[in-house]
């Protein structure tokens, strides 16, 4: 699985978008960038995926750059709630069936929305 | 909808004391279930996966060991608990495809003194 590279921590106004970067310049043509996140004593929330096309859900849109070297995530109305660390990873994506599909965690990025 | 269950939610054992945590599944039938390990810092560590009733893997050599005595149901285990041993533990599920998107559960915070 390729590495993904974070800010350490980023600042976000209260209801302003959060723009959330992610660098993963040795990405092969198979894998997802998958971002999940994480509140403080929580287990990890899954948040958004993609493979070339950009991506949007309820909670975020997921814009990936068409060289497919780096992304950026979009909470496009930050929260107080939205504290948390994010966590952007690549991954393969086809394994054989009945085989485990590893997610490898990085430091992840701090986001603190303040009011 | 599907719901994943972790218990207990902390835990403060200590040294060589027996370890058993349980992780249950809700809503899905067949799922690949993950115990993940997350001590210092953010990372979070893989130690085990399941794609079936009595199917273990183990992804690195440690103190811990794994059972799935049922479909939904994961446990992880120790007979003797180490310093080492203290971390948030998580459990996750997946569809059966390994590349899935995978779903965690609250986690146990075990502490060894």
């Known amino acids: 699985d390729a590495k993904t590279t974070q800010p350490t921590s980023m600042d976000c106004a209260e209801g302003r978008a959060a723009n959330l970067p992610c660098n993963h310049s040795?990405?092969?043509?198979?894998?997802?960038v998958y971002w999940y996140r994480q509140i403080h004593s929580q287990g990890p929330q899954y948040i958004i995926h993609?493979?070339?096309n950009n991506e949007t859900n309820e909670m975020a849109s997921l814009i990936i750059t068409e060289d497919r070297k780096s992304s950026t995530l979009i909470l496009p109305h930050a929260t107080l709630r939205d504290t948390a660390v994010y966590y952007c990873?690549?991954?393969?994506?086809?394994?054989?069936?009945?085989?485990?599909?590893?997610?490898?965690f990085g430091q992840g990025t701090e986001l603190s929305v303040k009011p | 909808s599907q719901t994943i269950h972790q218990w207990p939610a902390t835990l403060v054992q200590p040294v060589g004391s027996p370890l058993s945590l349980e992780c249950t599944v809700e809503?899905?039938?067949?799922?690949?279930l993950y115990w993940y390990r997350q001590a210092a810092g953010r990372g979070l560590q893989l130690l085990f996966y399941?794609?079936?009733?009595?199917?273990i893997s183990s992804e690195v050599p440690q103190n811990l060991s794994a059972s799935r005595p049922q479909d939904r149901q994961f446990i992880l285990s120790s007979k003797k608990l180490l310093l080492s041993d203290s971390g948030f533990y998580l459990c996750?599920?997946?569809?059966?495809?390994?590349?899935?998107?995978?779903?965690f559960g609250p986690g146990t915070r075990l502490t060894v003194l």
């Open positions: 040795t990405i092969s043509g198979n894998e997802y």
């Open positions: 990873i690549v991954r393969v994506a086809w394994v054989g069936r009945n085989q485990g599909g590893k997610l490898i």
């Open positions: 809503g899905t039938s067949n799922p690949n």
């Open positions: 996750a599920w997946s569809g059966r495809a390994g590349t899935d998107t995978q779903y």
């Open positions: 399941s794609v079936g009733i009595g199917q």
């Open positions: 993609g493979l070339k």
